[in-house]
Antibody, heavy 118, light 110 residues
């Protein structure tokens, strides 16, 4: 079945970087874009960005300009999201979500909790 | 890009119908028929319930329906059931080629 499996929880200090992985299976990896969405504790969903696995092209939310990097490894069907210069406000669950081809997110990973604390 | 506006909470009794609104601008909800709705139970990942304003993915109950008028989209749940109690989020594609979510609505089944 189609699924996205993410890496485990992380605890980071302010100013550090974190890299979250998302391994896809059950479909042709290069045929679907992948999004990253985060959710701070008790808060709503926030779109972070999108990567095209076939070409590696990315687009991200303006507020994350300069801090977010999305990459992919087609040999392992894995996408990565790296967030740098972490601050307490980046504490959140980070999700990868497959683009359905209909401008929406049809399959979600299980989420990765990232805690930023000194 | 500002978040779409949703009511913080709605409630209804089993068997009743409820509607959740999602208000944006002509640069997102009003400009595209790419509005989606997601259901999220506590501690779980969101689940796609409606896409392109009114389409249901395979496996989603027909008790869930969507519509749009101008800059406001709506999700209606009919025949409320206990398992419908969850948080609901709308999202829309935008004129900046990005996506934006609503702030979320907590549905309580009384």
């Amino acid at each position: 079945q189609v699924q996205l499996v993410q890496s485990g929880a992380e605890v980071k200090k302010p100013g550090a970087s974190v890299k979250v992985s998302c391994k896809a299976s059950g479909y042709t990896f290069t045929n679907s874009h992948m999004h990253w969405v985060r959710q701070a504790p008790g808060q709503g969903l926030e779109w972070m960005g999108i990567i095209t696995p076939s070409e590696g092209r990315t687009r991200h939310a303006q507020k994350l300009q300069g801090r977010v990097t999305m990459t992919r490894d087609t040999s392992t069907s894995t996408v990565y999201m790296e967030l740098s210069s972490l601050r307490s406000e980046d504490t959140a669950v980070y999700y990868c979500a497959r683009d359905s081809g209909k401008w929406t997110f049809d399959i979600w990973g299980q989420g990765t909790m990232v805690t930023v604390s000194s | 890009q500002s978040a779409l506006t949703q009511p913080a909470a709605v409630s209804g009794s089993p068997g009743q119908s409820i509607t959740i609104s999602c208000t944006g601008t002509s640069s997102d909800v009003g400009g595209y028929n790419h509005v989606s709705w997601f259901q999220q139970h506590p501690g779980k990942a969101p689940k796609l319930m409606i896409y392109d304003v009114s389409n249901r993915p395979s496996g989603v109950s027909n008790r869930f329906s969507g519509s749009k008028s101008g800059n406001t989209a709506s999700l209606t749940i009919s025949g409320l059931q206990a398992e419908d109690e969850a948080d609901y989020y709308c999202s829309s594609y935008t004129s900046s080629s990005t996506w934006v979510f609503g702030g979320g609505t907590k549905l309580t089944v009384l």
